[in-house]
């Protein structure tokens, strides 16, 4: 069974950084895409940022400059890191591994930006 285990939320005043985690218990980490997706109040769900299994990545053009996504795989875990937070970015952040069709998410952790 998929377990994907987020950390790091918070809350944070604006211009201020915060790095969440994402812990993954599968065997098959290293072949899987992962990306961070938000949830703000009201909003529905987008893509921030997205890593294939070989680092190549991609992020939302509204956290671009800001946030970094990287994952060690020896560590079966995926991060974001957010600088230069703004109360916009506020929302429930979610981990999803994709591992050839099937997506699997975690529970998701609150950030909170303050202005």
């Known amino acids: 069974q998929v377990q994907l285990v987020e950390s790091g939320g918070g809350l944070v005043q604006a211009g201020g950084s915060l790095r969440l985690s994402c812990a993954a218990s599968v065997r098959f980490f290293r072949l899987s895409i992962m990306s961070w997706y938000r949830q703000a109040p009201g909003k529905q769900r987008e893509l921030v940022a997205i890593i294939t299994g070989g680092g190549t990545t991609n992020v939302a053009d509204s956290v671009k400059g800001r946030f970094t996504i990287s994952r060690d795989n020896a560590k079966n875990s995926v991060y974001l890191q957010m600088n230069s937070l703004k109360p916009e970015d506020t929302g429930v952040y979610y981990c999803?591994?994709?591992?050839?069709?099937?997506?699997?998410w975690g529970q998701g952790t609150q950030v909170t930006v303050s202005s």
């Open positions: 999803s591994l994709r591992y050839i069709s099937d997506d699997y």
